[in-house]
């Protein structure tokens, strides 16, 4: 059986901050950037992982959820309890330093966890929780 993961999905709430954070600070290419009816469907992905992507999408957009329901999922993504994914790095310190500097939201300066893992997280734009390891 071969079975690859191929798209993740975060939320956005702002395109523009959105590319800047994924593109500028992360390093990742913006590969595809689809407006419609002034919503925008943005997919990144690194230059070293090609067929791997995140697409960043506007929250709440499904026609099934209710007004409450989508009141819910902006508070949360506010808050920066919705979406959140992992990436790696072989240079974690590095990153961090681009990241810190370019004004992200830090969450966790780099860290040996006790569990073995070198990794450090920050929030994106939208609030996403970007947790970020060490490879070795």
Do not use: C
């Not at 954070?21 to 992905?45: Q, S």
Request: glycine share 8%; aromatic share 8%.
């Amino acid at each position: 059986m071969d079975i690859r993961i191929y798209h993740a999905f975060l939320p956005h709430t702002d395109a523009e901050a959105a590319i800047a954070f994924y593109r500028d600070l992360m390093g990742f290419e913006v590969l595809n950037d689809v407006d419609y009816e002034g919503m925008h469907w943005i997919t990144v992905g690194s230059p070293d992982q090609p067929g791997t992507t995140i697409v960043l999408h506007p929250p709440a957009v499904d026609p099934g959820i209710t007004d409450d329901e989508r009141r819910v999922i902006l508070e949360l993504i506010a808050k920066g309890s919705f979406g959140a994914v992992t990436l790696a790095t072989h240079d974690l310190d590095g990153l961090f330093e681009r990241l810190e500097a370019g004004g992200a939201d830090i969450v966790q300066e780099p860290t040996d966890q006790p569990y073995g893992v070198r990794d450090a997280a920050v929030r994106d734009p939208s609030g996403n929780l970007i947790r970020i390891n060490h490879l070795n």
